[in-house]
């Protein structure tokens, strides 16, 4: 363990999920002290399980309710008597489908988590941060997707979400500047978590061939990227969005 993150509390939602749990390991490696955020509580523990220094908290939290992320962040606040510094905004959901056969709560559905989402965690976190004097260093990393630019058959749902959040990420660096809190947006091309588990073979075949690098991506390459962001190594990049997609064309 190195100590760039030292003293350091990180809030990172989706941490029981494939990206989100190898940005967990990458904070965690560097010092930093981690809330792990998730719907589902038992794959949040089991990332804080292999992690082997300083203290974590597994926390249940459904981020597309206000109340939900609310008394999440009260708990993890009441746990470490401090606030987080560092947010990860990693969780995120698909619901694909042909948009002329899209189920008008499967539209919902996708933006209320992963757009009302980042919004919501945002706002309470960076709140706290300011109440509690420690804005100035902070830095909030979102996880858009390429998709956002590109778009996708069988995803307008997702698209828009993940292009929404590269607009609210540039809208919040703007307002945040004034605290010292960056805000940075990352977008991945295809990366080998759960999330592209239901993706044919042959349409991976596909993907592959439209990657420079000939692969699909890793999640701790995301990860380094996120510690980057999130590190002082990254002190003038704000209202960014960087793509990480192996070369995707
Ligand atoms: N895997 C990829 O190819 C890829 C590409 C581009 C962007 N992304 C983005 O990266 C992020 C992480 O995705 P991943 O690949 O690790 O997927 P994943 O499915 O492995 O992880 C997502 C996590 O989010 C959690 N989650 C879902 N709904 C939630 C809610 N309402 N509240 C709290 N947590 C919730 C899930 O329980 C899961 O643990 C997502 O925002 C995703 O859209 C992934």
Do not use: W
Request: proline share 2%; glycine share 10%.
């Amino acid at each position: 363990m190195s100590n760039m993150l030292r003293g350091q509390l990180a809030f990172v939602s989706g941490a029981g999920g494939g990206i989100g749990r190898a940005v967990c390991r990458a904070l965690a490696k560097e010092g930093a002290d981690l809330v792990a955020a998730d719907a589902n509580i038992t794959t949040a523990k089991e990332t804080i399980s292999e992690l082997s220094s300083s203290d974590h908290l597994p926390i249940q939290i459904d981020v597309s309710s206000a109340s939900s992320v609310d008394d999440a962040l009260k708990k993890a606040i009441g746990h470490f008597s401090r606030v987080p510094t560092i947010v990860v905004n990693a969780a995120g959901i698909t619901r694909d489908n042909f948009l002329l056969k899209l189920p008008v709560e499967d539209f919902d559905k996708v933006i209320d988590v992963n757009l009302r989402g980042t919004f919501l965690v945002t706002k309470a976190c960076v709140n706290s941060m300011i109440e509690a004097n420690v804005s100035h260093g902070g830095s909030v990393v979102n996880l858009a997707s390429i998709i956002g630019k590109t778009g996708n058959i069988g995803q307008c749902n997702y698209s828009a979400s993940k292009a929404g959040v590269e607009a609210f990420t540039r809208s919040a660096s703007m307002e945040f500047g004034k605290f010292g809190v960056r805000v940075n947006a990352v977008l991945p091309g295809v990366i080998e978590t759960a999330m592209i588990e239901t993706i044919p073979s042959e349409v991976r075949e596909m993907f592959k061939k439209r990657i420079a690098l000939g692969r699909i991506g890793k999640p701790e390459e995301v990860a380094d990227l996120v510690l980057f962001l999130a590190s002082k190594k990254s002190s003038y990049i704000n209202g960014a969005s960087i793509e990480i997609t192996g070369g995707m064309r």
